[in-house]
């Protein structure tokens, strides 16, 4: 480039200004607020409308109450008088067997409510409270029949990991199609058992995917 | 799992109207639009409401955005312009006297001393907006001549001959500023 013969910039006139050009990190609030925009004028899809919304939120909610019902489950061997008031859980022995991951994996990315801080609606809650009803009453069912190991909530700011020529390589999954809201374990005699069990959790009825895993045991 | 290029997450946006997609590509280049803007209209809460007037206008104009400069280059000239509405809609604050008063000034010749960075910040903002534009754009931001002419709708040429203007106003009053220096230290 060539501004002249008296028009090029001196080092130090270079430097100064180069100084003063770097990129501005936005407010955590703007995006959410420039999507939200968005959705109301038609040019993101907001999707599902309000059963899908829900139900994604749901999986969250109701893989939580499968933690606490086997957080009874842990209590009841301790402490079984303090759980036959706390909850209507029928002890049984653990069937003997295999244990199984249901991982319940979504579609797209667990949603709380679009507008950060805006109330769900009642309309909303109530389907919610149905939804996450649903899966606690399938989780208390499984811990009934002394099936459920353990679950848990995963949430959804993602790291990927990878190791290219001896650097570290690290990305947020932003872009996912497919990603894993939780987990349920419980124990089977076989594999074909386990998804036999599998087909009757409500996830499944909520469009969400359930792969069913073996737990292998390593000597 | 490497981030998804522009023009296959346009794609996903632009066909599917795709919130992730948008997600990714305003992360991508939020941050350099907001640097430029920041640097033109001063405030950083205006600059962002700016940026998000940009982000509607961009994603209603993307459909129909045929490539011909990068993404990143595009999306910079619709913020450019959106701050340019927003900086005529103030009050004019007596520029243009300020301006011909420096203009009869002889141009000095590159500044050789260390430059104050706030001398630097306060002579930039007393540049005229067309100056300024291509100043930043070129010395603090490192775009090319192509790339400016493409985001100001100018043809390079002019980009180069308002970056020469640009340059000399800047050191006049550089110059002022280090001349009331010396006065005072006398």
Redesign the interface.
């Known amino acids: 480039?060539n501004?002249?013969p008296?028009?090029?910039?001196?080092?130090?006139?270079?430097k100064?200004?180069?100084?003063?050009?770097?990129?501005?990190?936005?407010?955590p609030g703007?995006?959410d607020?420039?999507?939200s925009?968005?959705?109301q004028?038609?040019?993101?899809?907001a999707?599902g409308g309000i059963v899908m919304q829900t139900a994604r939120f749901g999986v969250a909610a109701a893989v939580l109450a499968g933690v606490f019902v086997a957080g009874l489950a842990v209590g009841k061997r301790g402490d079984a008088a303090q759980v036959t008031q706390s909850a209507p859980v029928v002890a049984t022995e653990t069937p003997a067997g295999n244990q199984y991951m249901l991982l319940m994996f979504m579609r797209?990315?667990g949603e709380a409510p679009a507008q950060p801080g805006a109330p769900a609606t009642d309309k909303q809650k109530e389907a919610m409270r149905a939804i996450v009803s649903e899966y606690r009453d399938w989780a208390i069912a499984r811990e009934g029949e002394g099936r459920l190991v353990g679950a848990d909530k995963l949430a959804d700011d993602i790291r990927?990991m990878t190791r290219a020529g001896g650097e570290t390589q690290i990305?947020q999954?932003?872009?996912?199609e497919r990603i894993l809201g939780g987990y349920f374990t419980i124990t089977a005699q076989s594999l074909d058992e386990a998804v036999e069990i599998a087909k009757s959790h409500p996830h499944l009825k909520y469009g969400g995917e359930v792969e069913v895993r073996p737990i292998e045991i390593t000597q | 799992?490497?981030?998804?290029d522009d023009v296959a997450?346009v794609r996903r946006?632009v066909r599917?109207?795709?919130?992730?997609?948008?997600?990714?590509l305003?992360?991508a280049h939020?941050?350099?639009m907001?640097?430029v803007v920041?640097?033109l209209v001063g405030g950083?809460g205006e600059?962002?409401d700016v940026?998000?007037e940009a982000?509607?206008k961009a994603?209603?104009k993307l459909p129909e955005f045929r490539w011909e400069s990068a993404l990143r280059t595009w999306l910079v000239g619709i913020a450019i312009n959106c701050a340019r509405s927003r900086l005529r809609r103030r009050a004019p604050e007596g520029r243009d006297v300020e301006l011909a008063t420096v203009a009869e000034m002889p141009?000095p010749?590159?500044?050789?001393?260390?430059?104050d960075?706030v001398d630097?910040?306060r002579a930039?903002t007393r540049l005229p907006d067309g100056y300024r534009e291509v100043?930043?754009l070129h010395?603090?931001?490192?775009y090319?001549?192509d790339e400016i002419a493409a985001m100001l709708g100018v043809e390079s040429g002019t980009s180069?001959s308002q970056?020469?203007r640009a340059?000399?106003s800047l050191r006049r009053w550089l110059a002022e500023k280090g001349n009331h220096r010396e006065r005072r230290s006398e």
Do not use: C
């Open positions: 480039m501004d002249g008296n028009n090029n910039l001196s080092d130090e006139e270079a100064a200004l180069r100084a003063l050009g770097h990129d501005v990190t936005p407010s703007l995006e607020r420039i999507v925009e968005l959705k004028r038609g040019q993101i899809r999707r797209e990315r990927v990305v999954a932003a872009t996912d | 799992m490497p981030p998804l997450l946006f599917n109207k795709d919130e992730q997609a948008f997600r990714a305003y992360r939020t941050p350099a907001l640097g920041v640097r950083r600059a962002e940026v998000q982000w509607l994603s209603a141009a010749g590159p500044v050789t001393r260390p430059i960075a630097l910040e930039l100043l930043l010395d603090l931001f490192g090319t001549h180069k970056l020469s340059r000399s």
